[in-house]
């Protein structure tokens, strides 16, 4: 079975220092990853994914990611954090293909990020 | 382009009573998700339809939940009867697919639901 681990409840970044926000993975086969963010009761919006090729994904607000597969990690990063940045981030994987069907996402817990003025 | 539509916004009911929701995907958009989202937790996904076929059902408590995509199009989740530990968010989203996993999800702002 899939899975994802976010090992983090919640980061702390200061405003203009750089952020992580870390994701770990279990899958068969090659994984697709995606990462998301939740703003309060709104739904999740898209940020970035890794399907193939470059290890570095660059993807929207100046958000990036590194997949390194021999550690099955896809953490998200931002050289410089905004208090706007503040919010909850998730991470999701698809793979496991069911015949018959499609790939099936699994989503991490989510990580509660927080910039400080 | 108009992003995923759902509704009602909020849902206050006492168990055991039923519940309906609706949600309107991105034109176009092949694939349909029905997520729960329970408090501190990430999107437990419920049901996924391509068009209007079930390709995964696995983690829907079919026992009280159904839910339906009639002409490929809108979807309505239903709960009946609801339980005190179904008092959750419940996320609709929606993606060009079909058969393409790389593509990302489009969330709606999804429905609070609280049993009392």
């Known amino acids: 079975a899939q899975s994802v681990a976010q090992p983090e409840d919640q980061v702390n970044v200061a405003e203009g220092n750089p952020l992580t926000v870390k994701c770990t993975y279990s899958?068969?086969?090659?994984?697709?990853l995606f990462w998301y963010v939740q703003y309060p009761n709104r739904g999740l919006q898209f940020l970035l994914k890794?399907?193939?090729?470059?290890?570095l994904v660059k993807g929207s607000y100046g958000f990036e990611a590194e997949f390194n597969k021999s550690q099955t990690s896809f953490h998200l990063k931002k050289p410089s954090a905004l208090v706007s940045d503040s919010a909850l981030y998730f991470c999701?994987?698809?793979?496991?293909?069911?015949?018959?069907?499609?790939?099936?996402?699994?989503f991490g817990r989510g990580t509660s990020l927080i910039v400080h003025p | 382009e108009a992003g995923v539509a759902q509704s009602p916004r909020y849902k206050i009911i006492e168990k055991r009573q039923s519940v309906a929701f609706w949600c309107n995907p991105i034109?176009?958009?092949?694939?349909l998700y029905w997520y729960q989202q329970i408090l501190g937790q990430g999107p437990k996904l419920l049901i996924q339809?391509?068009?209007?076929?079930?390709?995964?059902d696995s983690q829907l408590p079919k026992d009280r939940f159904s839910a339906e995509r009639l002409k490929g199009v809108d979807s309505t989740l239903k709960i009946q009867p609801a339980k005190l530990e179904d008092s959750a968010v419940y996320l609709c989203?929606?993606?060009?697919?079909?058969?393409?996993?790389?593509?990302?999800?489009?969330f709606g702002d999804g429905t609070r639901l609280s049993i009392l």
């Open positions: 339809f391509q068009n209007n076929g079930v390709v995964d």
């Open positions: 034109s176009g958009h092949a694939t």
């Open positions: 890794y399907i193939t090729g470059d290890n």
């Open positions: 989203a929606s993606s060009l697919d079909p058969g393409r996993s790389n593509q990302p999800q489009h």
């Open positions: 999701a994987v698809r793979a496991g293909f069911k015949p018959g069907g499609s790939y099936i996402p699994t």
């Open positions: 899958v068969s086969g090659n994984p697709y």
